[in-house]
């Protein structure tokens, strides 16, 4: 019966100590939380550094305390670091933040404990910190030397981004005064203000035209045969320029023949400059005098040579007949 | 085709009769020489244009053999100096020396009084005997104490020289180099070329040039050659080719100012026209045209343009300046 008893007082202890000591109130006896001064004596507004560190299970949640401006009447935070936290073992986790404080005041200042909230499910603790406190001295005075003014501002160097708007102000006003200088020599001269491009026309077309104008201009017929074949030439040897890209214009005789050769070979074309170009070399630089039959027919062979030789995109879009071939030629003679 | 104006004609026909000896010296000369076409229608152009030539190359290209074979081909006075650092002016011209017969000074000519000269290494004599040869060479005459003497008609100097050694040598001043009228770089033979020349050798075999010409008849060409017809509009590419080198600038040729410090002087117009009436002369042309400007135009200008030290540093050469110039210079 006593052995009963004993039993029964053993398990009524045991639920009793369950009851007392539940599995929270283990947990929170394993957090632990700190709070330190890098130095406890700064000068007058000096920095110092509060490390704040929790150490916990990894279950378990507590929370930091939110810090405004003050930590503490006098004593004032200037920077706050993020929350870090890393793992101190299996189930251990350590939190961590930096607080910066300053005081602008001298004397002994006390921080209180700081407080950190534990909460679980059934109730909620809070862990504190043990208290710190921080000297702050004030700068030691030399009065052996008199007294000067406090020292002025630093002066810093413009950047680009406060200057750049004056930049833009100085190129837009450039630019207003040369538009209107240009505009005064347009209308002055009573030219358009925007000009036009005029599409270049192909080699050939101008060609072409200037053998046109050539024949309009009745040079030999006027005696003028030395004029007329440096015109002749040097409307085929600006063709060449044009559609073959030779430098005919600073080319002699002989070298546009071998540029033209490697292009052409020894066909009927090559042939046709050929004659053209020692004739008109016969007349410009040894005083030639062609009959007038062969001064036609040299304008009708740099015509020919010209259709012959244009541009194959150009014969593609609008090829001519055998007949309209001798009519173009014979517009143009 | 036309008609020829009939002065043209008429010279183009003189022109054949007095220019087959061309042909004939040419002849001999390759018969001795192989290759260096350039050097020998060189020669032919100072030789009818009476003009001086000076020879740039390295030594082995036949600079010397060249001249001696030409030299052979005219039935003329020929003479070659070597020109070392120790010559004196009076080696060249000659002096008066005590004849003890005639109980006076007498004069003694000196190698200068021949028809071809050869200047062997012109730069190796010191300034003054350079002048003396300059002098005589504008000249055409020269001074033997208180006598003046004509030197003979033809009178032309060749003169080499060596382009990669130069220590030890006197550098010929801007002003006498311009008494040249060509300077002719020689350059190395083509592969094929050397070759003969190497079997020649090996062979044995040295073919000897014949005298075909007078100096007779280099007089009558030479009278030829000045009546060569040379129209305005050469006249006037001449002139533009010349001005470029002076003012580039005029002849979009901007980025040759700095490069430049001298431009070609009026002698080079002058010895630009006559070397292109030559050449044409030896094409069987009574008329130049613009190809024969450009034929002789390297060796007439490369040693009449002075290049600055920003041209140097840049590597730009003379010979670079008138290929772009002639390659921007409007043809007429």
Same mark, same amino acid.
């Given at each position: 019966?006593?052995?009963?008893?004993?039993?029964?007082?053993?398990?009524?202890?045991?639920?009793?100590?369950?009851?007392?000591?539940?599995?929270?109130?283990?947990?929170?006896?394993?957090?632990?939380?700190?709070?330190?001064?890098?130095?406890?004596?700064?000068?007058?507004?000096?920095?110092?550094?509060?490390?704040?560190?929790?150490?916990?299970?990894?279950?378990?949640?507590?929370?930091?305390?939110?810090?405004?401006?003050?930590?503490?009447?006098?004593?004032?935070?200037?920077?706050?670091?993020?929350?870090?936290?890393?793992?101190?073992?299996?189930?251990?986790?350590? #939190?961590?933040?930096?607080?910066?404080?300053?005081?602008?005041?001298?004397?002994?200042?006390?921080?209180?404990?700081?407080?950190?909230?534990?909460?679980?499910?059934?109730?909620?603790?809070?862990?504190?910190?043990?208290?710190?406190?921080?000297?702050?001295?004030?700068?030691?005075?030399?009065?052996?030397?008199?007294?000067?003014?406090?020292?002025?501002?630093?002066?810093?160097? #413009?950047?680009?981004?406060?200057?750049?708007?004056?930049?833009?102000?100085?190129?837009?006003?450039?630019?207003?005064?040369?538009?209107?200088?240009?505009?005064?020599?347009?209308?002055?001269?009573?030219?358009?203000?925007?000009?036009?491009?005029?599409?270049?026309?192909?080699?050939?077309?101008?060609?072409?035209?200037?053998?046109?104008?050539?024949?309009?201009?009745?040079?030999?017929?006027?005696?003028?045969?030395?004029?007329?074949?440096?015109? #002749?030439?040097?409307?085929?040897?600006?063709?060449?320029?044009?559609?073959?890209?030779?430098?005919?214009?600073?080319?002699?005789?002989?070298?546009?023949?071998?540029?033209?050769?490697?292009?052409?070979?020894?066909?009927?074309?090559?042939?046709?400059?050929?004659?053209?170009?020692?004739?008109?070399?016969?007349?410009?630089?040894?005083?030639?005098?062609?009959?007038?039959?062969?001064?036609?027919?040299?304008?009708?062979?740099?015509?020919?040579?010209?259709?012959?030789?244009?541009?194959?995109?150009?014969?593609?879009?609008?090829?001519?007949?055998?007949?309209?071939?001798?009519?173009?030629?014979?517009?143009?003679? | 085709?036309?008609?020829?104006?009939?002065?043209?004609? *008429?010279?183009?026909?003189?022109?054949?009769?007095?220019?087959?000896?061309?042909?004939?010296?040419?002849?001999?000369?390759?018969?001795?020489?192989?290759?260096?076409?350039?050097?020998?229608?060189?020669?032919?152009?100072?030789?009818?244009?009476?003009?001086?030539?000076?020879?740039?190359?390295?030594?082995?290209?036949?600079?010397?053999?060249?001249?001696?074979?030409?030299?052979?081909?005219?039935?003329?006075?020929?003479?070659?100096?070597?020109?070392?650092?120790?010559?004196?002016?009076?080696?060249?011209?000659?002096?008066?020396?005590?004849?003890?017969?005639?109980?006076?000074?007498?004069?003694?000519?000196?190698?200068?009084?021949?028809?071809?000269?050869?200047?062997?290494?012109?730069?190796?004599?010191?300034?003054?005997?350079?002048?003396?040869?300059? *002098?005589?060479?504008?000249?055409?005459?020269?001074?033997?104490?208180?006598?003046?003497?004509?030197?003979?008609?033809?009178?032309?100097?060749?003169?080499?020289?060596?382009?990669? *050694?130069?220590?030890?040598?006197?550098?010929?001043?801007?002003?006498?180099?311009?008494?040249?009228?060509?300077?002719?770089?020689?350059?190395?033979?083509?592969?094929?070329?050397?070759?003969?020349?190497?079997?020649?050798?090996?062979?044995?075999?040295?073919?000897?040039?014949?005298?075909?010409?007078?100096?007779?008849?280099?007089?009558?060409?030479?009278?030829?050659?000045?009546?060569?017809?040379?129209?305005?509009?050469? *006249?006037? $590419?001449?002139?533009?080719?010349?001005?470029?080198?002076?003012?580039?600038?005029? $002849?979009?040729?901007?980025?040759?100012?700095?490069?430049?410090? $001298?431009?070609?002087?009026?002698?080079?117009?002058?010895?630009?026209?006559?070397?292109?009436?030559?050449?044409?002369?030896?094409?069987?042309?009574? $008329?130049?045209?613009?190809?024969?400007?450009?034929?002789?135009?390297?060796?007439?200008?490369?040693?009449?343009?002075?290049?600055?030290?920003?041209?140097?540093?840049?590597?730009?050469?003379?010979?670079?300046?008138?290929?772009?110039?002639?390659?921007?210079?409007?043809?007429?």
């Amino acid at each position: 019966m006593k052995k009963d008893l004993r039993i029964m007082k053993s398990i009524i202890l045991i639920i009793g100590f369950i009851i007392l000591f539940d599995v929270d109130t283990v947990v929170a006896q394993l957090i632990r939380v700190h709070a330190t001064l890098d130095t406890n004596t700064i000068e007058l507004g000096g920095h110092v550094n509060m490390h704040l560190s929790v150490e916990k299970p990894a279950e378990a949640i507590v929370e930091f305390p939110v810090f405004n401006d003050t930590l503490y009447e006098a004593v004032e935070i200037r920077r706050k670091s993020k929350l870090d936290s890393s793992r101190a073992g299996r189930n251990i986790i350590i #939190l961590k933040q930096q607080l910066t404080l300053t005081v602008f005041d001298t004397g002994l200042f006390y921080i209180p404990p700081v407080p950190f909230v534990y909460k679980s499910e059934r109730f909620v603790d809070t862990i504190r910190s043990a208290a710190n406190y921080l000297e702050v001295r004030s700068f030691p005075v030399d009065t052996t030397y008199a007294i000067r003014d406090i020292k002025g501002i630093d002066k810093v160097s #413009l950047s680009f981004r406060e200057i750049y708007p004056f930049v833009l102000i100085a190129l837009g006003l450039i630019l207003i005064v040369w538009f209107a200088i240009y505009y005064y020599k347009k209308r002055k001269l009573n030219e358009p203000i925007i000009a036009r491009v005029r599409p270049v026309d192909p080699p050939d077309v101008i060609a072409l035209n200037e053998l046109e104008k050539l024949k309009n201009e009745k040079l030999w017929q006027q005696g003028k045969t030395k004029e007329y074949y440096s015109r #002749l030439t040097e409307i085929i040897r600006t063709y060449l320029e044009g559609r073959y890209g030779i430098m005919a214009l600073e080319q002699t005789s002989f070298e546009i023949l071998l540029a033209v050769h490697d292009i052409l070979g020894t066909g009927s074309n090559y042939t046709l400059l050929k004659n053209m170009l020692e004739l008109s070399d016969l007349v410009k630089f040894a005083k030639a005098d062609p009959e007038p039959g062969e001064n036609m027919n040299q304008l009708e062979n740099a015509v020919g040579f010209v259709n012959n030789t244009r541009h194959q995109q150009k014969e593609e879009a609008g090829e001519l007949s055998q007949d309209q071939y001798h009519e173009t030629v014979t517009d143009v003679i | 085709m036309g008609e020829i104006a009939f002065q043209i004609r *008429e010279l183009n026909e003189k022109i054949e009769r007095e220019s087959a000896f061309v042909d004939m010296i040419n002849n001999e000369i390759r018969k001795v020489i192989v290759g260096q076409k350039h050097l020998i229608d060189s020669l032919l152009v100072a030789l009818l244009s009476d003009g001086h030539v000076l020879l740039e190359g390295v030594p082995g290209l036949a600079k010397t053999l060249a001249v001696k074979t030409l030299a052979d081909t005219v039935e003329a006075g020929f003479a070659r100096i070597q020109f070392t650092p120790d010559l004196l002016p009076a080696d060249l011209i000659g002096t008066m020396i005590y004849s003890q017969k005639k109980e006076e000074f007498v004069v003694r000519k000196g190698p200068l009084f021949a028809n071809l000269i050869l200047a062997d290494e012109i730069n190796r004599s010191p300034a003054k005997v350079q002048s003396a040869l300059l *002098e005589a060479m504008q000249e055409k005459q020269v001074t033997i104490g208180s006598h003046s003497f004509e030197l003979p008609e033809p009178f032309m100097v060749l003169a080499t020289q060596n382009p990669i *050694e130069q220590e030890g040598t006197y550098p010929l001043p801007e002003a006498q180099v311009d008494r040249f009228m060509l300077k002719v770089v020689i350059t190395y033979p083509t592969i094929d070329e050397e070759k003969l020349i190497v079997r020649e050798n090996l062979n044995m075999n040295f073919p000897k040039a014949k005298m075909i010409v007078k100096p007779e008849d280099i007089k009558k060409a030479r009278n030829v050659v000045k009546e060569v017809y040379m129209d305005e509009k050469i *006249e006037q $590419y001449i002139l533009d080719i010349v001005f470029a080198t002076r003012f580039p600038a005029q $002849y979009k040729l901007e980025q040759f100012s700095s490069l430049i410090s $001298y431009g070609g002087s009026p002698r080079a117009s002058i010895n630009l026209a006559k070397a292109a009436k030559a050449f044409a002369f030896i094409r069987r042309r009574g $008329y130049v045209i613009p190809e024969d400007v450009r034929a002789v135009c390297h060796d007439v200008m490369r040693h009449r343009i002075g290049l600055t030290y920003e041209a140097e540093a840049e590597n730009v050469t003379a010979e670079d300046i008138i290929t772009e110039i002639l390659n921007n210079i409007e043809v007429p």
